[in-house]
C-alpha cells in the first residue's frame, strides 16, 4: 500500500465554511489519522496494524466498484434528499463511532474507502484497529467533514462495517475453541461480498478455503457420483491439471471411512496432485447435544499426517473445540457467514445524547 502525508488542516477547515461543534466526551486517543485512496491506504504515521490486514486476492472482484454500488442503491436518482432539505451543504461537523455491543471490530479500512469515494475532503481518525477487540459504549473513531457528505456515506459504512464486525466476532471465538485447528469459512458468503465476507474471517483471525471455483480443485459429492467414485474423479483431476501444465491444490471429500480409504489407495499407487481430504459429516450430533468424533478421529488416523484433513458438518460453537481435539488440520464452518450476527456499531453526531438513550435501552 501507499503512504503519504495528510492534507493540511487548512484544507479541511477553510474559514468560509462553518464549523459546527456539538455536544460530545472527551476526545478519544487517537492513533490513526488515516485517508484512503482508490489504489490504497494513505496515513501520516507509521503503516497503523489494521491495514496489515489485508483482504484476500480475487482476479476479478472490483472492490471500488462494490463500494459504488452500494451508495448508488442508496442515492437513487435523486440524492439524499433529506440531507438536501435540511443541511446546510457546507457546514463541517465531528461525528463518532460508537460501539453498542462487545466484539471484534472489522472494516475500518473499508470505511476509509467509502469516505474516500463520497468525499476525498472527510478526515477520518481511529483509535482501534482492524482485529481489536471493542466493548460497548466505547467511542473508537471519528470523522470530520462536511456534515452532508458524513451522513450520505453513514448507512453504507456502518452496514459493511456491522457485517464484517459479526463475521469477525464469530469467527474470533471459533478460531479460539478449534484450537489447534484451524478455523476456515466457506464459499456460503452474501452474494457480491465474498471478498468482504472472507476479509473479515482473515480479520478475526480464522484462515481462507478457496476464494471461489477457480483456485482448487474441490471434488465433492457430486463430482464423485457423476465421475463414478473417488478414483475415478481423482484420476481425472490429475490428468486435467497434467495436461494444462497447472499445479493447483486438489482436495476431495470423503462421507465414509471407505472412501477415505479409496482415496488413500489412489494416492498410494500414483503420483497426485491431492493435498487435502474433506472428513465430511463425521461429526455425529447426539440427543444430549454433545457430538461423537470418534467415526472423525478414526479418519484422521487412517490419514495419518500424509495429507491434510478439513472437518465439515455439524459444526458450532458449542461443538468446536471437541472436534478441533480430534487431529484434523482445519474445521469448517459455513454459518461464519452465512447466519452471521451483524455488531452494533453506531455513527452518532451529538454523542452524549447518544449514550443516554443507549443506557435507557441498554446498548450502551
Same mark, same amino acid.
Given at each position: ?25 472527551? %476526545?478519544? %486517543? ?14 501520516? $504515521? ?18 471500488? *466498484? ?7 442503491? =442508496?442515492?437513487? #436518482?435523486?440524492? #439524499?434528499? $433529506?440531507?438536501?432539505? $435540511? ?6 461537523? @465531528? ?24 468525499? %476525498? ?8 484497529? =482492524?482485529? =481489536? ?21 453513514? +448507512?453504507?459504512?456502518? *452496514? ?33 461480498? +465474498?471478498? /468482504? ?51 493447483? %491444490? ?13 482415496? !488413500? ?14 472428513? @465430511? ?8 447435544? @454433545?457430538? #461423537? ?10 490419514? @495419518? ?11 458450532? !460453537?458449542? $461443538? ?29 453526531? #451529538?454523542?452524549? /445524547? ?11
Amino acid at each position: 500500500m501507499i503512504l503519504s502525508s495528510l492534507v493540511s488542516s487548512s484544507r479541511l477547515l477553510a474559514p468560509a465554511i462553518p464549523v459546527v461543534t456539538l455536544r460530545h466526551r472527551t %476526545p478519544f %486517543p487517537l492513533r490513526n489519522v488515516v485517508k484512503m485512496s482508490s489504489t490504497g491506504v494513505t496515513s501520516s $504515521t507509521t503503516t497503523p496494524k489494521s491495514f496489515a490486514i489485508k483482504p484476500p486476492m480475487h482476479p476479478t472482484y472490483d472492490l471500488k *466498484n462494490i463500494i459504488k454500488l452500494a451508495l448508488a442503491e =442508496d442515492a437513487g #436518482d435523486k440524492g #439524499d434528499v $433529506t440531507c438536501l432539505a $435540511t443541511i446546510p451543504y457546507n457546514m463541517e461537523v @465531528d461525528a463518532y463511532f460508537l460501539a453498542k455491543e462487545d466484539g471484534i471490530i472489522a472494516g475500518i479500512a473499508l470505511a476509509e474507502m467509502i469516505f474516500h469515494e463520497v468525499d %476525498p475532503s472527510l478526515r477520518v481518525e481511529w483509535s482501534q484497529n =482492524d482485529g =481489536d477487540y471493542i466493548h460497548k459504549g466505547l467511542q473508537f473513531g471519528k470523522v470530520h467533514g462536511r456534515a452532508h457528505n458524513i451522513v450520505v456515506a453513514e +448507512r453504507v459504512v456502518l *452496514n459493511f462495517m456491522q457485517r464484517m464486525s459479526g463475521v469477525a466476532t464469530l469467527t474470533k471465538k471459533m478460531a479460539d475453541a478449534a484450537y489447534p485447528a484451524y478455523i476456515l469459512e466457506t464459499r456460503k458468503t452474501a452474494p457480491g461480498l +465474498r471478498l /468482504l465476507d472472507k476479509w473479515a474471517v482473515l480479520i478475526g483471525g480464522g484462515r481462507n478455503h478457496r476464494m471461489g471455483l477457480f483456485d482448487m480443485i474441490m471434488i465433492k459429492d457430486n463430482h464423485i457420483s457423476i465421475a463414478g467414485g473417488v478414483t475415478n474423479a481423482l484420476r481425472a483431476a490429475d490428468l486435467y491439471l497434467k495436461e494444462r501444465d497447472l499445479q493447483m %491444490p486438489v482436495e476431495v471429500e470423503t462421507r465414509t471411512l471407505e472412501e477415505v480409504k479409496e482415496a !488413500l489407495h489412489y494416492a498410494s499407487q500414483t503420483k497426485t496432485s491431492l493435498s487435502r481430504i474433506m472428513l @465430511d459429516n463425521m461429526v455425529v450430533p447426539l440427543a444430549n447435544g @454433545d457430538v #461423537d468424533i470418534s467415526m472423525l478421529k478414526e479418519a484422521v488416523q487412517l490419514v @495419518d499426517g500424509r495429507f491434510e484433513t478439513e472437518a465439515s458438518g455439524n459444526v458450532t !460453537l458449542d $461443538t468446536v473445540h471437541k472436534i478441533g481435539q480430534s487431529g484434523v488440520t482445519y474445521i469448517s464452518s459455513g454459518s461464519l457467514t452465512h447466519s452471521v450476527k451483524a455488531l452494533d456499531i453506531s455513527l452518532k453526531i #451529538d454523542t452524549e /445524547l447518544a449514550l443516554k438513550v443507549g443506557r435507557r435501552t441498554g446498548r450502551a
